[in-house]
């Protein structure tokens, strides 16, 4: 009796406050879908719109109390992707560029310089590179295009590209330098120069790492607030070209749900776009893992 | 002029080809280390490009926040960064007294009491999740949570809860790594010795663990000054504050943790989109500064940290 007593100060204790830590992550994960799928519902339920006219229409007109708008979110979801694909388009080739660097041309400078200078890349907050481009990026291309303002889809995806692109780079170069060196050492044997190697063989091993590291750019891409809501420009439009601004869903968000009531039409609408950049979230984290899987089995 | 070079060369190397079967399996030799050579340069001056870059980048920062700055500025008046310093150090280190505890138990949890069925991997998952969710998106649960619900208005602890939100799974995280990576034979020894299993987690494996669990933690807080999302719509955009008044309990008190608080990287946000101030610009270039070399000396001294702690792990080499 008294040992079970002891055991319990010495083992239950501790066990049963861990666990319900462990467990209570479990619960804030849910929580935080619960709520925000609560109240992304109401458009739907309480104000009752449609799915599609949310998604794909582009009349965004919400009203601030009682009366009834429209909520079309077009604009925004298009104008989400359309930065992110840019980002990645730009920064996807330098990152891999710079990973090779890392893995395979210069390990010995990749692991004591470059590293370290990506990891600095990484730590810089978003503000900052929000408050770069306004200083910075958006007058030079306001004057190199010649345009009254530089807010672009252009500007947003630079500021974006040089935010995903320490992700990216770091992830793909772990994935290559996961390569068994034996197979390097074979290329190698056979006559392949470095770049031979590189391509056939190291280039192959991390296809799925570095596909990896493209979602998680991806998916920081849509989920970046400040740094795009600065520079977008935040017109309620559809992009005419790279040169034309637009709105994301997470510029509308942060702009806009300080100054709307709560339970307003317009709030509601605001919490529905939130709702739908939680899902868009655990959609990349689902193909993360599918990626992940395919890996381990291969 | 190199790459001119280089396709010079080329081009030399294909004629050679043409002029005699024998010597095609030389011209395709010579072609694939001419390729080797050309890549090795583009590639290595993109790296480069991208260092220059970061260099220019924080150049440019500081030169801009030190033009910015007069004494006026810097102080914790009205007027001055000081008051959004305070907040943002004040802010994280609040938010890293939740996380601390809630990440190491997690930690602890995963690593020894989670075992290898379902549990661990739906706790894994949503580790996974809340690590790669959108800070606003966790913002936005914080105003719901903490500021609708509570009828309360914007405030540091509630800024600080939403932050330790982001923050746990990173500590989680680290402390899983790091008590895995604990030599077993401490683990056998300690349970040889009649220790239970957790007090041989708790005294020989967390004790091991230490090291890289403060890097960790200087990650954490590295991350949190520079957080800005989050923050918004719960810690708030403003704040009143008497540097002169350190009651806890009243209002305009720096320690008051239910009052507004704006931390730098939100002040910079604020200025840059609504600023109405006539020095708003000047401001921002000075918080943006000040908040960058925060976030520096922080990052840097984890990584020195953590170098110094694997070199003593493996024996000062």
Redesign the interface.
């Known amino acids: 009796m008294e040992s079970k007593l002891r055991k319990l100060k010495t083992e239950y204790l501790g066990r049963t406050i861990v666990t319900v830590f462990g467990i209570s992550i479990i619960v804030l994960t849910l929580a935080i879908l619960a709520f925000l799928g609560y109240k992304g519902g109401a458009t739907f339920l309480t104000h009752g719109h449609s799915l599609a006219s949310f998604l794909f229409s582009s009349k965004w007109d919400p009203a601030q109390a009682g009366q009834v708008g429209t909520v079309g979110s077009a604009v925004f979801i298009v104008g989400t992707l359309e930065v992110a694909a840019l980002a990645l388009l730009i920064a996807a080739p330098f990152s891999l560029a710079v990973a090779i660097v890392i893995s395979d041309l210069a390990p010995r400078v990749g692991r004591r310089f470059l590293r370290p200078v990506i990891e600095v890349f990484v730590g810089i907050p978003s503000v900052v590179y929000g408050w770069l481009g306004l200083t910075v990026l958006v007058p030079l291309v306001a004057r190199i295009f010649h345009l009254p303002f530089g807010f672009s889809v252009l500007s947003a995806g630079l500021v974006l590209a040089v935010m995903i692109f320490p992700t990216i780079t770091s992830v793909a170069a772990d994935a290559l330098q996961a390569t068994p060196p034996e197979s390097k050492e074979a290329s190698y044997a056979l006559g392949s120069t470095r770049w031979q190697m590189i391509r056939r063989v190291a280039l192959r091993y991390g296809r799925t790492g570095i596909l990896t590291g493209i979602v998680l750019g991806l998916a920081r891409a849509c989920g970046e607030a400040l740094a795009v809501a600065m520079v977008i420009g935040q017109s309620n439009s559809f992009a005419h070209g790279l040169l034309s601004p637009t709105n994301t869903i997470t510029a509308v968000i942060t702009s806009s749900m300080g100054n709307t009531v709560n339970g307003s039409e317009y709030n509601d609408a605001l919490w529905s776009l939130a709702f739908l950049l939680l899902l868009i979230s655990l959609v990349f984290i689902v193909v993360i893992r599918f990626i992940g899987r395919q890996r381990e089995d291969s | 002029m190199t790459l001119l070079l280089l396709r010079a060369a080329h081009s030399a190397t294909r004629q050679s080809s043409k002029s005699g079967s024998s010597n095609a399996g030389m011209a395709h030799?010579r072609r694939?280390?001419l390729?080797?050579k050309t890549?090795?340069v583009?590639?290595?001056t993109?790296?480069a490009l991208?260092?220059v870059?970061?260099a220019l980048?924080?150049v440019?920062?500081l030169y801009?926040g030190a033009r910015a700055a007069t004494p006026d500025l810097l102080s914790f008046t009205g007027f001055g960064v000081g008051i959004q310093l305070f907040n943002t150090v004040y802010l994280v280190f609040l938010s890293l007294l939740v996380t601390v505890p809630?990440g190491i138990?997690?930690g602890?949890?995963?690593a020894?009491?989670?075992g290898k069925g379902p549990?661990i991997a739906?706790?894994r998952?949503?580790?996974?999740?809340?690590s790669?969710?959108?800070?606003?998106?966790?913002g936005?649960?914080g105003?719901?949570?903490l500021i609708?619900l509570t009828h309360s208005k914007w405030n540091l602890l509630a800024g600080a809860l939403a932050l330790a939100?982001l923050n746990?799974?990173l500590i989680?995280r680290t402390t899983e790594d790091a008590l895995r990576s604990v030599d077993r034979s401490y683990y056998d020894g300690s349970i040889g010795l009649g220790a239970?299993?957790?007090?041989t987690?708790?005294r020989i494996l967390l004790r091991a663990s230490v090291p890289r669990i403060i890097t960790g933690i200087i990650l954490a807080a590295?991350?949190g000054?520079?957080?800005?999302?989050v923050l918004?719509?719960t810690a708030g955009m403003n704040s009143a504050v008497n540097f002169n008044n350190w009651d806890p309990t009243s209002i305009t008190s720096p320690l008051n943790i239910l009052r507004p608080a704006d931390t730098l990287?939100?002040h910079?946000?604020a200025l840059?989109?609504e600023g109405i101030m006539a020095n708003a610009?000047q401001i921002?270039?000075l918080s943006?500064a000040v908040?960058?070399v925060l976030?520096?000396v922080?990052?840097?001294s984890a990584?020195w940290l953590g170098n110094r702690f694997d070199k003593k792990m493996s024996g000062g080499k």
């Open positions: 030799i694939a280390k390729a080797d890549i090795t583009i590639l290595s993109i790296a991208f260092v870059l970061l980048i924080t440019y920062l801009k809630i138990c997690a602890i949890f995963l020894e009491y989670a549990i739906v706790v998952t949503c580790i996974e999740t809340l790669s969710l959108p800070s606003i998106i966790v936005l649960f105003f719901l949570v609708q939100i746990v799974p989680a239970t299993r957790w007090q987690t708790v590295g991350r000054f520079g957080e800005a999302a918004i719509y990287a939100v910079i946000w840059k989109t610009n921002a270039d943006a908040l960058v976030v520096l922080f990052s840097l990584r």
